[in-house]
């Protein structure tokens, strides 16, 4: 009864947990002798629990658990004590959680690595987000002055240093969603060219030491088992880690060899170093959602020297492209503000905000690479050397040449990244004309287009700077250069910028065929859309200013609206919309035809 009332009295409402024991661990010799050891539980010790925290930072109490009531309340007798940044702290089960103490701590008599056993997985889950939320919070820095003095103050984790408490909670919701981790894995693109990676280089993976950074469904995990992997640590910061636990152990003997830990892997402590890191850290433009600085990260904390990362290079496309059906799409949703009487409200005041919002946003959607008008740039991000910080701006030169006369729109940009394996390399790739992916490709529109000939050449910076919303803000320029004989090369004939918001696109997203054109296909297509110019020129010729009144009310365009414009311009931007079909490329230029079938197909 007394012990049954002293753990009423001690829940986690007074700070205290109880139903856990502590499991002193040893290592014990299995079968073969040229094995492994393995460690071997001691018998288990009830103790309770309490996180607290003193001038040298957090700790976690432990008590025996012979509690003697008296007049008082409970008198506990005290087993030990372990600071937060002294151990590591390892939640290897759903009721068992492994802890390792550094040299110092067991130099004073005290365990240097036991297990704690709960009856409960609630409690150990609630103790283990405690632990971590503490940790995370204050982590203990140690200086000295110049007397020699030992100083120690304290600092939020490096996560929440840079990214904002409201972004990363809506991010690992986000990913804790059965259904979005389902949108990604029936990416067969993403999902199959991983599996190939994987299994095709089944040395690397042989009897090796995993990490799966952002394990997500764990579905990376389990393709690194059925490699041959000796351990995997499958690292997921959000709710998904519980289901992952449920897919991989339903998944055996694989789900033998994973061990699912659930926090952040700026955060989290490993029991060993892996031989190999597995992750998919990419996001649209491969940097959105900057979870490539938690690979790096993961890289320089778990990864041995010269262990290898699947993937190891990423790299990113970037091309000038002449779309005027994507640019009126986006100039046309600003109408609505150019209103003067909305229910006897003037909005044109905000007419010009809005336009340029617009243009704010970056598209995504899947594009025919035959919109492209000259040869993309490349920007390489080596993931086995880069640092974080060389991915909180990311600077790019640009410079093409234009193959086609055409009216510029802007640049648009894809990725692919290198599974460098020992056995076999495999590309990953998002570039337009090859299959889809749930990444399809984005472009950075223009307000302003740019009017080039063919040969005259295109500079600009594409300059990325990222925020502590989890994405980046774009800063692009582009402008049309002198060129040829009598120009003064290099001079800047017409320049245009733009300022995006990476984290706030538009989800254009309609899908162009992946397919090969040859030239008879290219002939015939150019015969065809020659024709209907044609047709659609003659129809326009003849137009009357009350036609082309009537065309834009038909195309959505409200009344009111239209009576705004002058009448000789509406049939000057219906002839302006044909004119401009002529504008964009009718084939692939020779250049592009020889780089396309290199990129898109080298997975």
Known sequence: MAAAAAARRLSPSTGFYTDLAILPIGRTLVDNPTADMRPAFGSPIPVFAKVDADSNGTFVDFYHAIAVLNEVGNKLEHFQRCYLHHSQILKAGPTLQIWAVDGAEAEQGKMSSFAVDFKLEKVNSDFYSAIQEKKSKSLVKETADANGNKETTTTVSKFEEKIEQSSAKMYFHYYGQLLHQQNMMQDYVRTGTYYAAVIENQADFQGRVVVDVGAGSGILSLFAAQAGAKHVYAVEASDMAYYARKLIAGNQPYGQRITVIHGKVEEVELPEKADILISEPMGTLLVNERMLESYIIARDRFLVPKGKMFPSIGRIHMAPFSDEYLYSEIASKALFWHQQSYYGVNLKPVHDSAFQGYFSQPVVDAFDPRLLIAAPVIHTIDFTTAKEEDLFEIDVPLEFQSVVAARVHGLACWFDVLFDGSMAQRWLSTAPGAPTTHWYQLRCVLSQPLYVLAGQPITGRLHLVAHSSQSYTIHLTMSASMWGPGGVRGGVLQTSTAKLDLKE????????????????????????????????????????????????????????????????????????????????????????QQYYPQNYWAS
């Open 505 to 592: 696109p538009y989800y254009r997203m309609s899908q162009s065929p992946a397919y090969a054109w040859t030239q008879q296909d290219q002939a015939s297509q150019y015969r065809e859309e020659t024709i209907a110019q044609q047709q659609m020129q003659q129809q326009v010729d003849g137009m009357s200013i009350q036609q082309a009144g009537m065309s834009l009310q038909q195309a959505g365009i409200p009344q009111e609206v239209a009576s705004q414009v002058p009448t000789q311009t509406l049939v000057q931007q219906q002839q302006l919309a044909v004119s401009s079909i002529a504008q964009v490329p009718q084939q692939v230029p020779q250049q592009l």
